[in-house]
């Protein structure tokens, strides 16, 4: 039980760590991103910046409340959805600051 509880941590930490090198390692020159653009003139960068890490934050305490309310037998199926949406977030940002970081680097 220990286990899967340090995984459903181990990669909640790795997507915080990847949004915090999304934010760090982003252009603002070279952002496409029309949402971004949109969200960064109304509120500012650093007010996006927090709002996407509180959304991150969220989607923590989200993943954690499934598991305390899911009963064991619920939790088989919950785990499986829980844990493939954050491999997928998990993907999407590792591709974003692998993208970001060569841009940095090329251009």
Do not use: H
């Not at 899967?4 to 999304?22: E, H």
């Not at 603002?28 to 971004?36: I, Y």
């Not at 003139?41 to 305390?68: D, H, P, Y």
């Amino acid at each position: 039980m220990e286990s899967k509880q340090s995984s459903l941590g181990f990669w909640l930490l790795l997507l915080y760590i990847l949004i915090a090198l999304d934010i760090l390692s982003t252009n603002p020159v070279m952002e496409g991103n029309p949402f971004t653009l949109y969200l960064w003139a109304q509120f500012g960068i650093f007010f996006s910046a927090w709002i996407k890490i509180g959304q991150v934050l969220l989607f923590g305490v989200f993943c954690f409340s499934v598991k305390r309310v899911a009963k064991p037998n619920e939790w088989i199926f919950a785990r499986k959805i829980v844990f493939g949406l954050l491999k997928i977030l998990v993907a999407y940002y590792s591709f974003i600051v692998i993208w970001n970081v060569t841009i940095s680097i090329f251009f």
